[in-house]
């Protein structure tokens, strides 16, 4: 499509000064992807022959095709002769895996429906994990602590160099329309928690951009701006009623995790090959243990036990992502007179817990019944974490409307 296209383009344009012309009329197919698609002289096809020649990346758009290599191959044909790759560009014709995803994106502030989003492949973000992020929510379509999570992006940018391209104001500007174009987007949940019914949640992802191959960042011409709305998909009412499963992952002689916990970047290998372990045992959220076997946080949540009627969580200082939900549980914790202890948390010490809970933005406060094999108290939501949870749902909103279902478990 044009916006991968055009980024592709850019790049070359930028970076080396090269003529680039379209002749979309001109052109000739020596690159099919689909052999048999009809073109019109209308169509958005550019042949475009980009190569490295002498060492220096070499353009040419519309030009035949007179390597007889280049046309044998049913894909992207080589030739041999110059190192000439030839390439056909049509938004219709790439045929991308995108699985069909009920949303709404927007790629550097040009909306168009999620299964027509595409960046370029030498996204920094693709191809490094080379970006920022953050996860935001709705409640009756207004957003939740917009400028705390917009804080926190400034922040996790600037703790990997990473200079935004917009800012606070256009963010909140941008992450508004898609909400505002994602509007019934989503059929209904009957499984959902109600507070959670037509909500949706945007992913605000910053890459440093497309260059070309290396991991020097000083390769990146200039950040790509994602945000993806789609439907809120939070745990299931159920999920709040009995509790979940957590699988402890890591912790003494283990692999470490890479990157700045206190950053939310797209680096995510090691949480995912946790939350892996996780499904693979029947829990819902994986807790990360440190070279102590403490628990630090969950692999997207952090973590709370509750002991003797105080809560006990993890510092900031134990390498951890300070969550949204986390502060707003903190502070509801003193406005109701729960003591809290910031303290590390042994493994032993949740396992021994009279409670625990997880935190965060999708899954506000959700009650953890099992860590590992071990139940935690008698296996079932305890008074604390039900508490806090009312206390949240208060102090967040949504599902109040006349006509919606109760707001609460
Ligand atoms: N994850 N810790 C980690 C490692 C996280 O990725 C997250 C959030 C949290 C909780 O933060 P918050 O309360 O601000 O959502 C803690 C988001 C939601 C995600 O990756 O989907």
């Known amino acids: 499509m044009a916006v991968a296209t ?40 550019a042949e475009q022959s980009v190569g ?12 035949p095709a007179s390597d007889p290599l280049v046309t044998r191959t049913p894909h992207c044909g080589h030739s041999a002769s110059d190192s000439t790759c030839h390439l056909l560009v049509s938004s219709s014709d790439l045929e991308v895996k995108i699985p069909t995803v009920n949303g709404i994106v927007s790629i550097d502030g040009m909306v168009v429906p999620a299964g027509e989003a595409r960046v370029s492949v030498f996204d920094r973000g693709f191809l490094y994990g080379d970006s920022v992020y953050e996860v935001v929510r709705t409640y009756d379509l207004a957003l939740f602590e917009l400028g705390l999570h917009l804080a926190r992006l400034a922040s996790s940018a600037e703790r990997i160099a990473l200079s935004l391209p917009w800012t606070a104001d256009r963010f909140d ?14 059929a209904p949940d009957p499984a959902a928690a109600p507070w959670n019914l037509g909500e949706c949640s945007v992913r ?40 979940v499963a957590a699988w402890p992952f890591g912790g003494p002689g283990a692999p470490r995790r890479g990157g700045d916990p206190a950053a939310k970047t797209g680096e995510h290998l090691f949480h995912v090959l946790a939350v892996r372990e996780a499904r693979a045992h029947g829990a819902q959220e994986a807790l990360l243990l440190d070279g102590a076997g403490s628990v630090t946080e969950g692999a997207s949540s952090n973590v709370f036990a509750v002991r003797g009627g105080a809560l006990e969580t993890p510092p900031l200082g134990v390498g951890i992502l300070a969550g949204v939900t ?50 935690i108290g008698p296996a079932a939501p305890g008074p604390v974490t039900r508490r806090i949870h009312a206390a949240f749902r208060e102090a967040a909103g949504g599902g109040h409307k006349p006509g919606k279902a109760p707001a609460s478990v």
């Open 173 to 186: 500007r941008e992450v508004r329309r898609v909400v505002e174009a994602s509007r019934e987007a989503d």
């Open 52 to 63: 490295l020649q002498n060492g220096h990346w070499s353009h040419r758009v519309g030009e």
């Open 326 to 375: 986390r502060a707003v549980v903190l502070d509801i914790a003193g406005r109701l007179g729960i003591p809290v202890r910031e303290r590390p948390l042994p493994l032993a010490g949740l396992e021994s817990a009279d409670e625990a809970f997880l935190t965060s933005t999708v899954r506000e406060v959700l009650p953890v019944v099992r860590v590992g094999d071990r139940p």
């Open 204 to 243: 605000i992802v910053v890459t440093r951009g497309s260059g070309e191959l290396g991991l020097d960042p000083g390769l990146a011409v200039e950040p790509t701006v994602v945000l993806i709305a789609v439907p809120l998909r939070g745990p299931p009412l159920a999920a709040y009623r009995e509790g």
């Open 6 to 45: 055009s980024i592709f383009r850019n790049v070359l344009d930028r970076r080396h000064s090269l003529p680039v012309r379209h002749a979309p009329g001109r052109v000739r197919r020596i690159c099919p992807l689909r052999p048999s698609a009809p073109r019109s002289k209308t169509s958005s096809w």
